[in-house]
């Protein structure tokens, strides 16, 4: 159905979405902001040169423009043919997506009806129940995942809102949650930046919805769950991933770009700190066989609206347990796989960044020694025999590890 939504970051307007006839979406920015010297950043896919808004921005038909579609679950996803049903959409189209779930999109961007009204303040969150009406937030990506909100002891799944992110076992890819858990308390346990993570029984969730695929009958009943950096107790905290700053839709996350690309963007947009941090990301998902570093598992915030951060680590696994001699999802000094993966390629990677080789050397070296030395104590707690075999064949043969003994 044609319409127009107001386009807001957090309490401030910024523009407004139309789709018009034959499905075809155009954003527009307000004049307003566009005017001010002091306004929050939207997308940097949205700035051009001079760091000004783009005056025009191209249209799109049926899928809304990279920004917005990459803040959508994907099209093949399980979550977005749920919301299809809930709501009555077509899974296709992206405009009604952003109608019905525009006012809890991630980040601090919210695409409301344009009827002149500023936005009511965020009220508290009613929890989804048999009967109540359907869920109303949006979380990117394929795998099934719910935001959630604290509630005491427990996690509950409102119909809108959360701090939360809820990931659901899966038929496809056994003990997916236990790896990532193990994964990002790893990462956690070598000093990288992560949030408040957990692995919970799926029986300790209130309202999950009805309808769930079958679970794996030879896995644990888990579910992992990670605090949300893009709210806080008093805002929602603006974030992008890095498909939504290539101005690329979800399909091409894997294409088109290498994390030469990921490094020189956090280098100019971030403090020296943020470069290091992730190059030490880079080293640590090289280590434990990533091959699902895409462009859309790497991100920015914005915690003052306008200057850029890198984000807390998130969507970190191993997928050498599913992938027999998997290889990376973006290249890294022109090598994709592991086996291929050195020192030299590193200082490639370094050179074709523009970032410092000397700084890219020593938080190599410095990472693996972090890894090896929380490895004993992270295996002992790994309850999948398969995922610790699966690491440490992988770290053996991937020169740049060299092993984890």
Known sequence: MPGTLGVWLGDRRVGSFTNI?????IFAFDEAYRA??????????????????????????TVA??????????????????????????????FGFLRVLGNDLPGAVRLLPDDGEEPAPEGPEALAESGTPPLKFS????????????????????????????????????????????????AKAIGLRVPEIGLVELSSIDNLPEGLPSLREDEPALAYTIERFD???????????????AGQLPADKYDNKTTEYVASVVAQ?????DVEEFVARLVFGIAIGNGDMHLKNWGIVYPDGRNARLSPL?????????????SLALSVGGEKHYDRISANALVDFATRSEISTRMTRRVAAETIERIRGAWATARDTIADPGLIRAIETHAARTP???GLA
Not at 233 to 245: S, T
């Open 314 to 326: 998130y969507d970190f696994i191993s997928t050498e347990p599913y992938f027999e001699r998997d």
């Open 36 to 61: 001010d010297s002091e306004r929050p950043v939207l997308s940097q896919s949205l700035l051009v040169a001079n760091g000004d808004p783009m005056r025009v921005v191209p249209r799109s038909h």
């Open 269 to 273: 947009l971030c403090p020296s700190e």
């Open 400 to 402: 740049l590890v060299g």
């Open 231 to 245: 709210r806080s107790p008093r805002a929602r905290v603006h974030a992008e991933d890095f498909n939504q700053i």
């Open 21 to 25: 006839a034959g499905d075809y979406n």
């Open 139 to 186: 979380l990117a990506g394929v795998q099934l995942k719910f935001s959630a909100s604290m509630r005491g002891e427990r996690l509950a799944i409102p119909t809108e809102g959360g701090s939360w992110i809820v990931k659901l076992p899966t038929t496809t890819y056994a003990r997916l949650p236990e790896n990532e858990y193990a994964m990002m308390t790893l």
């Open 65 to 94: 423009p990279p920004f917005f579609s990459n803040a959508l679950p994907e099209p093949d996803s399980l979550l977005r043919a749920m919301l299809a049903r809930q709501h009555g959409l077509k899974r296709a189209p992206d």
